[in-house]
């Protein structure tokens, strides 16, 4: 049994991802984003063993360091947004002054790439590669849960107008990936709430089932 806990963090109100297996005292923590206060209160007397980035816009990475520092864990990235962390103009916070100052942190200790299956708090992550909204998105199957980052929302789709963003690449990543999961998984967004594929595939306006 998968438990997720969600919290909805800094201006931009992004999703953080907590989960727990079996092992209650050991939990994974997906896209900590920006004021992490509430998080960090809940993971006080928790193991973290790994901190899961969809991508690394500073929305979806503004509390990796504090947590880091914190518990010792290591952070999980795709390859192709290696450097993002490290260069607050790759991560978009310089550009977002209104909402950030420029964020940094070190590098990611491990990389993702599509096909790949990681196995944490007893359970395995399957991870797909779904670029479009940036270069290294990736969406993370765990049993029927999907937590997609910002490549599907809710009757929406990740935006395709940020660093190596391209709409094209979103709309493939949905229809030739997302879309061929089952109508009964639940996805789980960066931003908004939760879903499930069946009701996208049938609903979304952006992007149709083939």
Request: net charge negative.
């Amino acid at each position: 049994m998968l438990n997720i806990r969600t919290f909805s963090l800094g201006p931009l109100q992004t999703n953080a991802y907590l989960l727990q297996g079996d092992d209650s005292g050991k939990a994974v923590i997906i896209d900590p984003g920006m004021n992490p206060g509430p998080l960090l209160k809940a993971i006080q007397d928790l193991e973290i063993e790994a901190i899961l980035l969809t991508h690394a816009h500073f929305d979806h990475m503004g509390g990796v360091d504090e947590i880091r520092k914190l518990k010792g864990c290591p952070v999980y990235l795709h390859d192709l947004e290696s450097d993002w962390l490290t260069t607050p103009k790759l991560n978009g916070s310089l550009n977002w002054p209104q909402a950030t100052p420029p964020l940094s942190t070190e590098p990611a200790e491990y990389a993702m790439d599509e096909g790949q299956t990681l196995n944490f708090i007893g359970h395995t992550f399957k991870v797909y590669h779904t670029p479009g909204h940036s270069p290294g998105s990736v969406s993370l199957l765990c049993g029927d849960d999907l937590f997609a980052g910002d490549v599907l929302f809710r009757m929406g789709v990740g935006r395709t107008d940020l660093t190596g963003g391209r709409e094209r690449d979103l709309i493939d990543s949905i229809q030739n990936k997302l879309y061929t999961f089952s109508d009964e998984v639940k996805v789980y967004p960066g931003h908004g709430p939760k879903t499930t594929i069946g009701y996208e595939k049938k609903n979304n306006p952006y992007v149709s089932a083939r």
